[in-house]
């Protein structure tokens, strides 16, 4: 396995552990679903989609307070994140 591939594994685990505490609140998930305009099939159907998960990490990041909540229940640094949408949206 190459480092690249480490790399987008990493993020893509990171997203979907951020995804997951996203739509571990109602009001959260609701919002999320309106802003991308899926149902609650369409989302689990793309769930390992590298676009929709870097769409997750930009919704946390649009609203800060969430962005750090949620670095904080997965045990990572806001930037980390970050970071892990940017890997992801090159792919």
Known sequence: MTAHQTNTEDAATLALGALAWTLGDPA?????????GLDAAGLRARAGDPALLAAA??????????????ALALEVAPPQLVAAREALEKL
């Open 57 to 70: 990490i930009g919704f946390l990041e649009a609203h800060e307070p969430d962005l750090v909540a949620c």
């Open 28 to 36: 959260r998930a609701e919002r999320l679903l309106a802003l991308t």
